[in-house]
């Protein structure tokens, strides 16, 4: 099992930057894809960005490609999401779960708030 803590949000200003950890306990973190997730009031939730289980493999959502780069160290069990050039679409709660793939959950973080003002 993993327990999983998302922090670093914050409010940003469009065009900064903001970077979340999501911080693991248990001893096989290092065994699970890692995937941040948002949702946006009123909205579905979203798949982000997602990290294999060695870091040698990311994927991202076209509308952040370029902009966040997705990380993880897995002597610190931790992955990290750097936000760059936020948007005020950016604006979100987001989530981070620990999965057998990209884009899969089996455990939940609690979310950090995001907000992008323009």
């Known amino acids: 099992q993993v327990q999983l803590v998302e922090s670093g949000g914050g409010l940003a200003q469009a065009g900064g930057s903001l970077r979340l950890s999501c911080a693991a306990s248990g001893r096989t973190f290092s065994s699970y894809t890692i995937n941040w997730f948002r949702r946006a009031p009123g909205k579905a939730r979203e798949f982000v960005a997602g990290?294999?289980?060695?870091?040698?493999?990311?994927t991202y959502v076209d509308s952040v490609k370029g902009r966040f780069t997705i990380s993880r160290d897995n002597a610190q069990n931790t992955v990290y999401l750097q936000m760059n050039n936020l948007k005020p679409e950016d604006t979100a709660v987001y989530y981070c779960?620990?999965?057998?793939?990209?884009?899969?959950?089996?455990?939940w973080g609690q979310g950090t708030q995001v907000t992008v003002s323009s």
């Open positions: 990290v294999s289980d060695s870091g040698g493999s990311t």
């Open positions: 779960a620990a999965g057998s793939g990209i884009g899969s959950f089996s455990y």
